[in-house]
């Protein structure tokens, strides 16, 4: 098993959202978070002030997959994540050891 974090720009969870169904993947979380990456924050101008953003809007998705289906996970997030410019955001993927389905009793990719 999987556990698959990226990193999006918010206006592109609804395409993330639609791929990842697409492919039969249901189950995600999704947090509204803040951060940067290479792009340090932007300066913007406000009233003639001008000021710096060091955080930027970012939407992390969580996503628990079998070991064949991560990558089908990680090209669809890719695919229709990236807009091309910098600030797109980051996949992350790590060995997942174990779940279980707390109403079930279930585990492991049964739990998924």
Not at 22 to 41: F, L, N, P, S
Not at 47 to 52: F, M
Not at 66 to 94: L, Q, R
């Amino acid at each position: 098993m999987k556990y698959i974090v990226a990193i999006i720009q918010p206006g592109k969870l609804t395409a993330v959202h639609g791929a990842l169904l697409d492919i039969d993947i249901a189950g995600m979380t999704v947090t509204e978070v803040q951060g940067y990456g290479r792009q340090k924050g932007k300066s913007e101008i406000y009233r003639g002030a001008e000021y710096t953003v060091d955080f930027l809007p970012k939407v992390k998705i969580e996503v628990a997959v079998s070991a064949e289906m991560a990558g089908k996970a990680v090209e669809a997030i890719k695919e229709v994540g990236a807009s091309g410019k910098i600030g797109d955001g980051k996949i992350f993927t790590f060995d997942l050891q174990d779940a279980v389905r707390i109403r079930t009793g279930e585990t492991g990719e049964g739990a998924l």
